[in-house]
């Protein structure tokens, strides 16, 4: 069972940036694509972004391509989202995810694709 752990969330100016980081237990993580998720309130979690099980392939939403970037350290079992021009709507909770499936050959941008999840990390942006 793989446990996730985010960190890096805060309170931030428009415009800033933030980097989230999400520490993953257990065996197998350079297996498995990772992702980014946000919920804000009374809103359904959405897709941020998504990295490949080989860190070859990153993939966002259209709400934050070209500001955010997604990484991974597979030696440290760690995923990253470095988050820049940030704006209020981008005020969440932050979730990091991981892949249902073993070397996915595709790109996964659904909740049902996903079967481990952190507990989340808020992210606030201030006008």
């Known amino acids: 069972q793989v446990q996730l752990v985010e960190s890096g969330g805060g309170l931030v100016q428009a415009g800033g940036s933030l980097r989230l980081s999400c520490a993953a237990s257990?065996?197998?993580?350079?297996?498995?694509?990772m992702g980014w998720f946000r919920q804000a309130p009374g809103k359904e979690r959405e897709f941020v972004a998504g990295?490949?099980?080989?860190?070859?392939?990153?993939y966002y939403a259209d709400s934050v391509k070209g500001r955010f970037a997604i990484s991974r350290d597979n030696a440290k079992n760690t995923v990253y989202l470095q988050m820049n021009s940030l704006k209020p709507e981008d005020t969440a909770v932050y979730y990091c995810?991981?892949?249902?499936?073993?070397?996915?050959?595709?790109?996964?941008?659904?909740?049902?694709?996903?079967?481990?999840w952190g507990q989340g990390t808020q992210v606030t942006v201030s006008s």
């Open positions: 990295i490949t099980w080989s860190g070859a392939g990153t």
């Open positions: 995810a991981k892949d249902r499936i073993r070397f996915r050959s595709r790109y996964a941008r659904s909740v049902s694709e996903y079967d481990s």
């Open positions: 257990g065996r197998f993580f350079s297996d498995y694509g």
